[in-house]
């Protein structure tokens, strides 16, 4: 039991140790950067940031080829981009705030940020490859529950909790506390042991890595296919819906600091308790089971968004503590989901390319849901609220038919393999 906590501490403090700077990039940075005067186009440009972690999928093959056995394969990954990540950070603190509004120093300041993040994209390559390898079948609903926890924090602590400190404490000093945290973080895998028996096996890894073979491993299969099906439409009614669900809570009357309190805040801790439950409820059902029966309640919380678009277009007063818990349930709901999906996309991926099949497989989920947050706007404003929502639940319906496919190609599989073992 010990040594299971200590795996679990592990991936909690790698994903945590990712989360903080990511928060302080898709959270903080936009509100530093308007206050320092910074044009909003220039801001939409800091979008780009997020780029690596959209094409690590085409350098993931490399961390799984290369890596040191003698240090641990893909611990001899992880342990050089978290401290190059402690070294960026601290030269950024020496960029004076008040320069973010020069173009000089902004394209300093974006040139960093964008190394920090392909370092931390590596990292992540390295994390969830090492997570795959020494997580047991029984123990990855778990792990990856830790994982979604540690994120989750690492955004409110880099996100909301930074912003905070700039109010009080210096530029310089709070970034320096959020190097100290990553470096912190960094503590349990520099003292982590990689074991021998996880490395990979080298006749396998001397093979070149191509792209036709390698999707041939998700299309040979009916399961696998299937599978292929829930991955890409997983995300469609999170990526169509995200843009306009902060814009309709403006529009229904709440204030910045309720949004930022009750809403921002609330929701992430509302997706704190929502990734326990769903390790806890992964000991007593399946992981099928649990996918569509999630999928299930989450359309449940976009038929109560659409319900308050209802009430917006009506003109007709909504509560503000209908519109906290409708967000929560939401969060909540979203992360025992992703507790689930992570957890499946572990169990298919291979050992001895676990870095490269997880990073595909959640590649796959955030291209396809990028993508279509970046035009949800278009159709938001042509349709209005009400009739965007509600078609939104119905594409959300249709979404639960691939998973539907996916259990029933599994249960073939389970069928089959029963039946050749007698």
Known sequence: MPVTRNIYLLLFSLYWAQGLPVGFMTHALPVILRAQGVSLAH???????????????FWAPLVDRYGSSAKGHYRSWII??????????ILLSFIPIQSLNQPIYLLAFFIALLFMNGVGATQDI?????????????????????????????????????????????????????????????????????PQRYSLDHSTSEQKFQIKSYFQYFIQ?????????????????????????????????????????????LGAFAALIGAGLAGWWLKWISRASALLTFSVIKILTLMAYAWLAMQYEAKQLVA?????????????????????????????????????????????IATVSGGLYSISGIFGDLWG??????????????????????????????????ELEN
Request: charged share 10%; net charge positive.
């Open 80 to 89: 050089p981009t978290q401290l190059l990540s402690v070294v960026v950070l």
């Open 385 to 418: 609220y009400q009739n965007y929502l509600l078609g939104i639940v119905f594409i959300a319906i249709l979404c639960i038919f691939p998973v539907i496919c996916w259990l029933k190609n599994k249960l073939k599989s389970i069928k089959t393999s029963v």
């Open 221 to 265: 299969q009916p399961e696998l296919r299937c599978w292929l099906a829930v991955l890409i439409t997983f995300k469609i009614a999170d990526g169509l819906s995200g843009p306009l669900l902060k814009p309709l809570m403006v529009d229904l009357g709440l204030s910045f600091s309720q949004i930022g309190i009750y809403v921002t805040m």
């Open 126 to 194: 390295a994390t969830d490859g090492l997570a795959v390898n020494i997580l047991k079948n029984e123990q990855q609903h778990w792990g990856n529950t830790f994982q979604v926890i540690g994120s989750r924090l690492g955004f409110i602590v880099g996100g909301g909790a930074i912003l905070w400190l700039l109010d009080i404490l210096q530029w310089q000093t709070t970034f320096l506390i959020l190097a100290a945290l990553v470096f912190l973080n960094t503590l349990p895998v520099l003292l982590y042991k990689e």
């Open 43 to 57: 801001i939409g440009g800091f979008g780009l940031l997020m780029l690596p972690w959209s094409i690590k999928v």
């Open 320 to 364: 503000p503590i209908v519109i906290y818990l409708i967000n929560a349930a939401e969060d909540m709901v979203s992360a025992m989901l992703l507790v689930v999906m992570l957890t499946l996309v572990m169990q298919y991926s291979r050992k001895h390319l676990a870095g490269t099949d997880f990073t595909f497989q959640v590649a796959v």
